[in-house]
């Protein structure tokens, strides 16, 4: 651990490897005296105290943060702000940074970011919501495919079916709307994704970086959908332009419409964007960093991480800017064999420990030490994470770290930042 060198105490939320890379980010921070995390794992015991609160428990988190005198909590994922616990923390007088639960619906419903989309005029798919199944078939007969449909509320990335026919779109209405609830239906967009991320405390916003991912588990962007199996950021086709677009079309609008509607989003609010032929449009809003997309930024950032958070919550945004290195960082994600499907755990991974940061930063996503040694515990295991001139040089640095990891009980992609890298073939 590192020495404590200013007198904030921080309780992180969450125990993935995007709660690695801010652990990570957050212990290079002058400002920060002790770190802890609820729950945390291997990785994070190396610069944080893990410890087991029920996070679900807002009581208990408010008691530990009183016990210990904690002055600032970072909540990682979702489904705590979903449930409010950021507006507990600061009923409770408790700093924190992540969005209400009210503000936190960007993520949480799909059919709240579409009405705020077409009341602020930001570019999104067309949509239209049901509840019943005749009506969602009627209107899907209607529009024809490729349609998109979606389960309203959080699911994960599963309850997501882009239907390429008619046939494939009833279908998938028969199944989503099975036990009850809400489908969006949407208009398919044409383009490349890209995701961008931008810091909020109500009223000012902090650009911060681009980046892609690879969702779908096999190499060839084949086989199911995952979280992500690898990520790179910057994002090489997200140009400044483009960039400035986003932010006047999409992000802007949204952070002024929702501080109008009295729910003024405070946190890094993550876009999910198409890059279609008529402009970045809006494919999803979530309202914390991507995970793996984290593990890239916290790579890249120069900035005191926890400074920054910290403006987010304080209001002041608009006094702080964020540096970054040059350098592309790409990260691949080490899973158990089986994910995202069903998975054995506890098989034990050997040789991390000799690979050293100016090599690849090891991110751990599910790991706990059993009897000294490091044991995967969860789905997506490990984040690899190289850094290098551009996709392809960055790609070699983390691929030559993987390589040195032994691990039976894994697998990984071998062709993450696949695209950029045939394109810098191209150009050079
Ligand atoms: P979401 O959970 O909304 O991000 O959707 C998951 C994935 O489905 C996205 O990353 C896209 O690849 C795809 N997708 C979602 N909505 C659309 C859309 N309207 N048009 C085309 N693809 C979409
Ligand atoms: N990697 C996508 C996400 O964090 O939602």
Not at 317 to 326: E, F
């Amino acid at each position: 651990m590192p020495a404590t060198k200013g007198d904030l105490d921080v309780l992180l939320i969450g125990g993935g490897g995007r709660e690695h890379a801010l652990a990570w980010s957050i212990g290079k921070s002058p400002l920060l005296g002790k770190l802890y995390c609820a729950p945390g794992n291997a990785g994070i015991a190396q610069v944080a105290e893990c410890v087991a609160i029920d996070v679900t428990d807002h009581a208990a988190v408010i008691a530990f943060c009183k016990e210990m005198n904690i002055g600032f909590v970072v909540v990682g994922p979702e489904a705590p702000l979903v449930a409010g616990l950021a507006d507990d923390l600061r009923a409770s007088g408790i700093k924190v940074f992540g969005p209400s639960k009210a503000a936190a619906q960007l993520e949480g419903s799909k059919g709240f970011t579409k009405e705020i989309c077409d009341r602020f005029a930001i570019p999104t798919a067309a949509w239209a919501k049901f509840s019943g199944i005749p009506a969602a078939k009627d209107y899907v007969r209607q529009q024809g495919a490729p349609i998109v449909i979606k389960a309203d509320g959080l699911a994960a990335g599963k309850g997501v079916i882009v239907a390429m026919t008619l046939e494939e779109a009833l279908e998938a209405i028969d199944t989503l709307l099975a036990e009850g609830g809400d489908v969006v239906i949407e208009e398919f967009m044409d383009g490349e994704e890209a995701s961008f991320f931008a810091l909020s405390d109500g009223t000012n916003i902090l650009a911060l970086a681009t980046a892609q991912d690879h969702k779908r588990a096999f190499d060839g962007d084949r086989g199911p959908n995952t979280g992500g199996m690898g990520a790179y950021s910057p994002a090489p086709v997200m140009t400044q332009a483009l960039i400035d677009k986003t932010m006047e079309t999409i992000i802007e609008p949204t952070v002024r419409g929702m501080a109008e509607l009295g729910v003024a989003f405070t946190g890094v609010l993550f876009a999910g964007l198409m890059l279609t032929k008529d402009g970045p449009k809006l494919v999803e809003y979530n309202i914390r960093f991507g995970d793996p997309e984290c593990q890239v930024l916290m790579a890249r950032l120069k900035s005191d991480l926890l400074a920054l958070l910290m403006a987010s919550s304080d209001g002041t945004l608009d006094q702080i800017q964020a540096a970054w290195r040059d350098e592309t960082a790409l990260t691949v994600v080490m899973a158990a064999k089986g994910y995202p499907g069903t998975y054995e755990k506890g098989s034990v991974i050997s040789d991390v420990e000799t690979i050293g940061e100016n090599d690849a930063i090891v991110f751990h996503a599910g790991t706990s030490r059993q009897d000294g040694k490091l044991v995967a515990t969860g789905g997506r295991v490990l984040c690899v994470t190289g850094l290098g001139k551009n996709v392809t040089e960055a790609a070699a640095k983390a691929y030559g770290a993987v390589g040195r990891i032994d691990w039976p009980g894994g697998f990984n992609r071998t062709d993450i930042g696949w695209r950029e890298i045939a394109r810098e073939k191209t150009t050079g």
